[in-house]
């Protein structure tokens, strides 16, 4: 058992939004024990959006949360950051309807939590502890969860490209493990996509300074590749941020072959409903079959 922690000091963060393309200003606060993350649309009346599964409304490109009809995008990176470094809670204002791209991977997001601190409080974490596989499966692309002492991740890529072909990677999921292994890598799409999203009024702000592009034969970035295998570990990366909107760190080994951010978010959601699938082990070390918060999400 860890004891929940926030951030010591307050975090700024300016930076340009994927899709929309406009400059856009977040701010990282401080919150109390058992708040999770809330973001708060300051340019819409200071309307609050709980990251969690209830929230979602879009998966498609990216994760999307709402409330009271406002929405905040591409969400998945920065809570992988928070997930990762273990902050249960914390206030994200935001002037804009997604968060900043930076560099497309999780980095800069890590690198300022660390700058800031890590601030321990008085309550311990309780976590969902798997019993029995879950699976969700979409033609072609499936993702699974099977019990495990700890969390862990397995996921296979595969596209029929010259630049790469399959790709698979199986970590455990730990503060250092995700700072050195999975932080660093970076979103990465093809170039026919980008184009079709631009033409869509999308991916505006979308470059080469914070994607991996490939056209039909080749990575079209001239800086190299962080890691050879640097595709899957972005993949993971999505996975472990939009993992964490169930609420509670997730003690499972999670299995996905060519799946994303719709299949993370369904395979959540089918978890919350089996309910005897899974229990939540209290700071007290006592299993209880059922959450009112948790089963309010489905």
């Given amino acids: 058992m860890r004891l929940q922690n926030t951030i010591k000091d307050e975090i700024f963060i ?3 939004g994927l899709h929309t393309g406009r400059t856009i200003n977040m701010r990282l ?5 058992d708040t999770g993350v809330v973001f708060i649309r300051t340019d819409k009346g200071n309307v609050r959006i709980k990251a969690s599964v209830s929230s979602v409304s879009d998966t498609t490109f990216a994760t999307t ?3 009271e009809g406002v929405r905040i995008g591409t969400v998945e990176h920065l809570m992988a950051a928070l997930s990762g470094l273990n902050v249960d809670n914390v206030y994200v204002e935001i002037d804009g309807p997604e968060v900043p791209i930076i560099d497309g991977s999780s980095s800069h997001f890590v690198s300022r939590i660390m700058e800031a601190g890590v601030d321990k409080q008085a309550k311990a974490v309780s976590y969902l502890r798997i019993l029995a596989p879950v699976v969700v499966m979409d033609g072609n692309s499936q993702i699974a969860v099977i019990p495990y002492e700890g969390t862990r991740i397995t996921y296979r890529l595969f596209y029929t490209h010259p630049a790469f072909g399959e790709q698979k990677m199986g970590i455990d999921i730990t503060t250092m493990s995700f700072i050195d292994e999975l932080a660093p890598a970076r979103t990465f799409g093809f170039l026919r996509d980008v184009e079709m999203l631009k033409s869509r009024g999308l991916a505006r702000g979308g470059s080469l300074d914070n994607a991996i592009v490939l056209n039909d034969r080749e990575v079209i970035n001239d800086n ?3 890691f050879k295998d640097e595709f899957v570990r972005h993949k993971i990366l999505d996975a472990v941020g939009d993992i964490s ?3 509670l760190p ?3 080994h999670i299995l996905a072959n060519k799946s994303g951010h719709t299949l993370h978010i369904k395979l959540l959601k089918k978890i919350l409903l089996l309910r005897d699938t899974w229990e939540i ?5 006592v299993p209880v079959s059922t959450s009112s918060e948790l089963a309010a999400q489905v």
Avoid: C, D, N, Q
């Fill in 250 to 252: 997730i003690h499972g």
């Fill in 224 to 226: 190299k590749m962080r």
């Fill in 29 to 33: 606060m401080p919150a109390p024990s």
């Fill in 281 to 285: 082990v209290t700071p007290e070390t």
């Fill in 245 to 247: 909107l169930i609420g």
């Fill in 14 to 16: 300016s930076g340009l």
């Fill in 65 to 67: 949360l709402s409330a």
